[in-house]
T-cell receptor, first 112, second 114 residues
Framework: GENVEQHPSTLSVQEGDSAVIKCTYS??????FPWYKQELGKRPQLIID?????GEKKDQRIAVTLNKTAKHFSLHITETQPEDSAVYFC???????????FGQGTILTVHP | GAGVSQSPRYKVAKRGQDVALRCDPISGHVSLFWYQQALGQGPEFLTYFQNEAQLDKSGLPSDRFFAERPEGSVSTLKIQRTQQEDSAVYLC????????????FGPGTRLTVT
């Protein structure tokens, strides 16, 4: 079945450092790759997404890169801040009526 | 503007009881998705509506789970004869079009079955 592997499962960085989370997906027909941030007890929040016609997208301190040949995509956060601490989920979709398949999540902790 | 809302936020049910969970999507959004999120896991797809039509229910774990969206706006997820393994957060998401792009989530309903 469809699945996505997300690494690392936990990531601890110092404030100001960069953080990188990587995902590998299985469905080569997928054309939509969003990233969600979820704080404890809160809803998943869409922070950035990329579609298969581009290889990279940037929004302020957040960027996502996509390699369709290798079927992997990554989230890059620069100049991390304590408020970036949360669980981050990658997902893929764009087929099968747009349902998303999510990774297992990465717990990011940014130490002041 | 108003985001996706869900009610109740928390629900405790005794095993064997029926529960109904409500989702109010963003106004005008055609697509509505239900996901189940177990503790420490990513959300897992349950079912999809395009307006009032349920086009995909492949993720529903058993025939005890039923969803509807009769007028193409509000949706209800019903679980009959709840079991302990049904304990999870049930998330609703909506998106403007039919591609599944830009899904916005509600706060979820945390269901605990005792």
């Amino acid at each position: 079945g469809e699945n996505v592997e997300q690494h690392p499962s936990t990531l601890s960085v110092q404030e100001g450092d960069s953080a990188v989370i990587k995902c590998t997906y299985s469905d080569s027909a997928s054309n939509y790759f969003p990233w969600y941030k979820q704080e404890l007890g809160k809803r998943p929040q869409l922070i950035i997404d990329i579609r298969s016609n581009v290889g990279e997208k940037k929004d302020q301190r957040i960027a996502v890169t996509l390699n369709k040949t290798a079927k992997h995509f990554s989230l890059h956060i620069t100049e991390t801040q304590p408020e970036d601490s949360a669980v981050y989920f990658c997902a893929f979709g764009g087929t099968s009526y747009g349902k998303l398949t999510f990774g297992q999540g990465t717990i990011l902790t940014v130490h002041p | 503007g108003a985001g996706v809302s869900q009610s109740p936020r928390y629900k405790v049910a005794k095993r064997g009881q029926d529960v109904a969970l409500r989702c109010d999507p963003i106004s005008g959004h055609v697509s509505l998705f239900w996901y189940q999120q177990a503790l420490g896991q990513g959300p897992e797809f349950l079912t999809y509506f395009q307006n009032e039509a349920q086009l995909d229910k492949s993720g529903l774990p058993s025939d005890r789970f039923f969803a509807e969206r009769p007028e193409g706006s509000v949706s209800t997820l019903k679980i009959q004869r709840t079991q302990q393994e049904d304990s999870a957060v049930y998330l609703c998401a909506s998106s403007r079009g039919t591609s599944g792009y830009e899904q916005y989530f509600g706060p979820g309903t945390r269901l605990t079955v005792t």
